[in-house]
Each structure stands twice: as structure tokens, then as C-alpha cells.
């Protein structure tokens, strides 16, 4: 019985006992003994106290009908309040009980909900049938991924698959939530706007009475910024064990390559003045102090050297690097606009200028050499934000974390090397290097550098 019918049931019951009870000539007093232990039933926690005031009102109305017997029939009123007070007792132990279960239920309704209200909190939850496909997503779940919940709800969770694991990885998935069994991994999906991003999964099936799974349950924790982290973590070691290599290539060649470039000016100033072959000598001194600057300059690169700051105006830097794009013979076709504000850095202007020259020569090979570079920058108070911005073809979503890796290239005489040492660079000079989208296609690539004011 409900406990609303149970409340009716026992109202209806003392009116009822009431109505028998009236002619007796006890006055108000026996109503309200019936009464009693109904209110208790109602108001109080513990059945036991409905039961023991239905007893002590059952005690004092018999005492009451055995003193003043009701139609001087003592048997029938001692019987007809026994009766009639045991039914109410009971009434009231049961609506007391009802209310203690429904409590209890109430409590553990809310204290689901608050569990539940946290899980959404802090977790990617999302539900699938038998065969993946969605059945229930939460909102950060939805906020994730990118998609609106409609989008999401019977679709078939393969829509998020990345492509980055091997379906020898979704089998032994499977194959571990089917046998029962709970599965916790690493997993990256794809977004709709095709950013990939990595969560720690725990997939828990929920089985019927026979342990068999009717449902999977995912709650998952997106831990992207992590494994950007680690990956970082794996480059910076990358680029340290070049810079042991380079300091040892360095040392190995630069030496012979000036005693080489020695003994070829002691036989050029022996040669004839008007011998064709000092043109010769003088071509492959030219080649060897070309391959000595190359040398150097990996040996900068892989170990870079601490910033030697000082006050730099970052219009100063854009001109200067701008002016060093037309001095290259491959970017002759290439113009690089120069525009914004001024703001003043404290920075080594030779990093900053290799910062940006790498910016724009990667901009400008991304147009085959010919179009306009615009670079702008903007003063924000504490920062200064520079966008680098061509029209070239720009960068595929999926390449777009890559491009910052240490030898990651697609241009077939590129090092890989260029964005890797603008990252670092920009970073130890407190600031940080993002990839935007340049409306209407090509690349923005803004640097964020803190200023001096
Ligand atoms: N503005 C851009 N537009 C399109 N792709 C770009 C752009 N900038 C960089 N990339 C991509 O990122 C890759 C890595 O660039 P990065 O400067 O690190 O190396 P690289 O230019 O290939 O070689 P190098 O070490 O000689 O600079 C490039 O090969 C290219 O695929
Ligand atoms: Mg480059």
C-alpha cells in the first residue's frame, strides 16, 4: 500500500471508530486516544512509538469502558476498543514504515543525483547499446566532442573513431566489455571540427541478472593537455640528444673544414694572378665557408644558447626580418607587409628575428614563393600579439599538432627543424606559439610575447 493510501486508509478508520465510539459517554477524550497513535504514525521516525501509544490509548479506553460501560455492555465495548485500537495501531505502524522506506528511497535518490550531478562535473559520460551505438551523452561529453547532443543520440560512437588505433586495439576492447569485464585505456577520438584529443576511458558494462552486458557505460577524462606535455617532453629529449650529436659533428668538421679552407688560400696565392683556377679555389673556399655556417647553425639550433635581453621594439624586429626575406633569393616574389603597433619587448633581438624570419619563410614557401606575407602586430598591455598570415593552402587538421615536432616536414629539402626552434624560442622568452586559421584559407601562426610595460 502507498503511503498516501495508507494515510486515507487510516483517517477513514479513526472517523469510522470515532462514529462507533460516539454514543459511548466518554466525551472527547476517546478520540483523541484514537487519534493518537495515527498522528505519531505520521509525524515520528519510529514505528515503535505508533505501537506503544495504540497501546496505552487500547489500555486507558478499556479501563474506560470497563468503568463506565457504553449501553452498560462491558464485553462489547472492551471488545469494540480492542478491535477497533489494534486496527489503528497497526494503521499507524504501517504508515510509519511506508514513510521510513520512502525516506530512505528519497535519500537515495538524492544522494544519486548529487553522485551523478559530480560525475557530470568532472567526466565525459556517455552510454552505448550492444552494437556502440549512443544512447545516452552528458554535456561535457557533447562539449568535447564538438557535437550537439541530437547529433550524438543513435549514432554509432564510430563517428568519433580517430583513426589512430589499430582495430587489433577495438578488438581487445571489445572483447573485454563483452566477456563482462571492465576496460581502462587511453583512447583519441576525433571532434567535428577534426581536432583529435585523447581520454582516459574506463568502459563498464552493465549486466542483466544473468551477467550478461545489456549496456556499456564510458566515463572518461580528457587528458590531451597531458599527453602534449609528454610529447613535448619527448621532443625537448629528441632535441637534446641533437645537440650532443651536433656539438660532436661540429667539432669534427668544423676544424678540418678551416685547415681545408687554409691550405686552399695558401695555394690560391700561389697560383699565377691571371690563372683561371684562383676563380676555382676561390668557389669552393666560398662552399666551405657556406658549409661552416651551416654547421654552426645546427650546432645553435640543437643547443641554444640563454636570451641576451634588452629593450627591443618588435616593429623593429618585423622590418629587420622583412628586410632580410627580400635579401632571399627564393622570396624574391614574396612581399611581407609589416603593420600594427608598437610595442616594446624584453627580448634578444637575434632570437626574435630568427623567430620571425622562420615564420615568414615557412609562409612564404607555403605560396611557392610568390604572393604577400602580412604580419601584424598588437599591442594588448601586458602582451604583444603578432600574426604571421599567408593565403597558402594552409595546414591539415590532422598535421596541425605535428608541425611543431623536431623534424617534421613535408617540403622535400626542409629540415624540420624551423618550428620546433621557434617554439622553444618563443617559450623561453615567456610567451607561446599558436596555430589560428586564416579565414578565406592559408595560415596564421600568432606569437604571443609578454612586453616590458
Ligand atoms: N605557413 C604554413 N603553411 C602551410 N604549412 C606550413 C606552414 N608553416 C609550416 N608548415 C608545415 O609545417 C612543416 C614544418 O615546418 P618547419 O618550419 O618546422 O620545417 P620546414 O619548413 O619543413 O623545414 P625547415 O627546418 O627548413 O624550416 C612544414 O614542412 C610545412 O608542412
Ligand atoms: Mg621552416
Not at 470515532?18 to 505520521?42: I, K, S
Not at 626575406?325 to 627580448?347: F, Y
Not at 592559408?442 to 610575447?449: D, E, K
Request: aromatic share 4%; with cysteine.
Amino acid at each position: 500500500m502507498t503511503d498516501d493510501r495508507m494515510l486515507w486508509f487510516s483517517v477513514a478508520l479513526v472517523i469510522g471508530t470515532f462514529a462507533a465510539d460516539a454514543a459511548t459517554p466518554m466525551g472527547v477524550a476517546v478520540p483523541v486516544l484514537y487519534l493518537l497513535p495515527v498522528v505519531l504514525g505520521l509525524w515520528s521516525q519510529s514505528r515503535n512509538h505508533a505501537v506503544q501509544v495504540a497501546g496505552v490509548a487500547t489500555i486507558l479506553t478499556v479501563l474506560g469502558a470497563i468503568l463506565s460501560p457504553p449501553n452498560g455492555d462491558i464485553a462489547l465495548g472492551v471488545t469494540n476498543r480492542v478491535l477497533a485500537l489494534l486496527a489503528v495501531g497497526a494503521t499507524a505502524a504501517g504508515v510509519t514504515h511506508t514513510r521510513r522506506v520512502s525516506e530512505s528511497l528519497r535519500r537515495t535518490t538524492a544522494t544519486l543525483g548529487e553522485t551523478q550531478y559530480a560525475l557530470d562535473q568532472s567526466a565525459l559520460v556517455c552510454a552505448t547499446d550492444l552494437e556502440g551505438t549512443l544512447v545516452h551523452v552528458n554535456d561535457r561529453f557533447c562539449e568535447r566532442a564538438g557535437y550537439a547532443r541530437d547529433e550524438l543520440l543513435g549514432r554509432n560512437q564510430r563517428l568519433l573513431n580517430s583513426g589512430t588505433h589499430a582495430a587489433s586495439f577495438f578488438a581487445e576492447l571489445w572483447a573485454t566489455v563483452q566477456s563482462g569485464k571492465s576496460w581502462r585505456g587511453e583512447i583519441c577520438n576525433r571532434a567535428k571540427d577534426g581536432t583529435l584529443y585523447w581520454l582516459d576511458t574506463t568502459i563498464v558494462p552493465l549486466c542483466d541478472q544473468h551477467g550478461k552486458p545489456r549496456r556499456y557505460l564510458a566515463i572518461r577524462h580528457d587528458v590531451t593537455a597531458r599527453r602534449c606535455a609528454e610529447a613535448r617532453l619527448r621532443e625537448q629529449a629528441a632535441l637534446a640528444r641533437l645537440g650532443e650529436m651536433a656539438a660532436v659533428v661540429a667539432h669534427e668538421v668544423k676544424n678540418p673544414l678551416t685547415g681545408i679552407s687554409g691550405a686552399l688560400q695558401i695555394i690560391g696565392e700561389r697560383l699565377p694572378p691571371d690563372s683561371r683556377d684562383r676563380k676555382i679555389v676561390a668557389d669552393i673556399r666560398a662552399r666551405i665557408a657556406s658549409l661552416n655556417d651551416s654547421v654552426c647553425d645546427l650546432l645553435l639550433y640543437a643547443r641554444p644558447r640563454a636570451p641576451n635581453r634588452t629593450a627591443v621594439d618588435v616593429q623593429a624586429v618585423l622590418r629587420e626580418t622583412a628586410s632580410l626575406v627580400s635579401q632571399d633569393p627564393t622570396m624574391k616574389a614574396v612581399t611581407v607587409e609589416v603593420a600594427g603597433d608598437h610595442s616594446v619587448l624584453s627580448a634578444d633581438p637575434a632570437m626574435l628575428r630568427e623567430v620571425f624570419l622562420n615564420l615568414v619563410l615557412n609562409a612564404g614557401q607555403a605560396m611557392n614563393g610568390q604572393g604577400c606575407v602580412r604580419v601584424e602586430a598588437r599591442d594588448r598591455g601586458s602582451r604583444c600579439e603578432v600574426a604571421v598570415i599567408d593565403r597558402g593552402p594552409g595546414i591539415p587538421a590532422d598535421l596541425r599538432d605535428r608541425v611543431f615536432e623536431p623534424f617534421f616536414t613535408t617540403r622535400s629539402r626542409g629540415t624540420g627543424l624551423g618550428l620546433a626552434i621557434v617554439r622553444r624560442t618563443v617559450e623561453v622568452h615567456g610567451g607561446e606559439i599558436t596555430l589560428g586559421e586564416t579565414s578565406g584559407g592559408g595560415t596564421t601562426m600568432m606569437v604571443v610575447l609578454p612586453t616590458l610595460g
